[in-house]
């Protein structure tokens, strides 16, 4: 008999996870689930109080995406897009838009993404602003939570908890 050498399955809390306020956009809290930089993805959570609106992006790797709570769109599309809880979104890569959570929401928008590859950044002329990708990911919410004077969460990193 051949015995296999199986990586056990890593399961974290994510109650116990503490929120980076203020990422990427006044309004948006991220909690980060999994950032494995060798593999190029993250998982996390996010919330969005009415009337955020995030950076228009372009993605280099698809992105899955499920909405718990709230609702959002993309202004590119208006509300033929609109994600609502229980909505599960695909985005392929080399998809632009930008997220926004309508003003007039009366809850605060839950929604987890796992997110391949990077977001490029652009500003209304097409450029450049900056590029996130699982590497900055990590260090933006690390040094956040740092500033609001939270401690640094074990999550998952390259397919194992991170002990720091």
Same mark, same amino acid.
């Given at each position: 008999?051949?015995?296999?050498?199986? #990586?056990?399955?890593?399961?974290?809390?994510?109650?116990?996870? #503490?929120?980076?306020? *203020? =990422?990427? !956009?006044?309004?948006?809290?991220?909690?980060?689930?999994? !950032? %494995?930089?060798? /593999?190029?993805?993250?998982?996390?959570?996010? +919330?969005?109080? #009415?009337?955020?609106?995030?950076?228009?992006?372009?993605?280099?790797?698809?992105?899955?995406?499920?909405?718990?709570? *709230? +609702?959002?769109?993309?202004?590119?599309? &208006?509300?033929?897009?609109?994600?609502? !809880?229980?909505?599960?979104?695909? $985005?392929? !890569?080399?998809?632009?838009?930008?997220?926004?959570? #309508?003003?007039?929401?009366? $809850? =605060?928008?839950?929604?987890?993404?796992?997110?391949? &590859?990077?977001?490029?950044?652009?500003? &209304? %002329?097409?450029?450049?602003?900056?590029?996130?990708?699982?590497?900055?990911?990590?260090?933006?919410?690390? /040094?956040?939570?740092?500033?609001?004077? %939270? +401690? +640094?969460? /074990?999550? =998952?990193?390259?397919?194992?908890? %991170? =002990?720091?």
């Amino acid at each position: 008999m051949t015995t296999m050498n199986i #990586p056990p399955a890593l399961t974290l809390d994510a109650t116990d996870m #503490p929120w980076a306020h *203020g =990422i990427l !956009a006044p309004g948006f809290s991220l909690q980060l689930l999994a !950032a %494995d930089v060798e /593999n190029g993805f993250v998982v996390f959570n996010g +919330r969005f109080q #009415p009337g955020t609106v995030l950076p228009t992006h372009q993605h280099t790797g698809a992105v899955h995406g499920f909405t718990s709570a *709230g +609702r959002w769109f993309y202004q590119e599309y &208006g509300d033929a897009s609109m994600n609502v !809880a229980g909505s599960y979104i695909f $985005e392929p !890569a080399g998809s632009v838009h930008t997220l926004e959570t #309508p003003a007039d929401n009366t $809850e =605060i928008t839950k929604a987890t993404f796992v997110l391949y &590859g990077a977001l490029i950044l652009i500003d &209304g %002329d097409g450029a450049c602003t900056g590029i996130v990708d699982p590497t900055t990911t990590l260090a933006m919410y690390y /040094n956040t939570l740092e500033q609001q004077g %939270d +401690r +640094r969460p /074990n999550l =998952i990193r390259g397919g194992t908890a %991170d =002990i720091r």
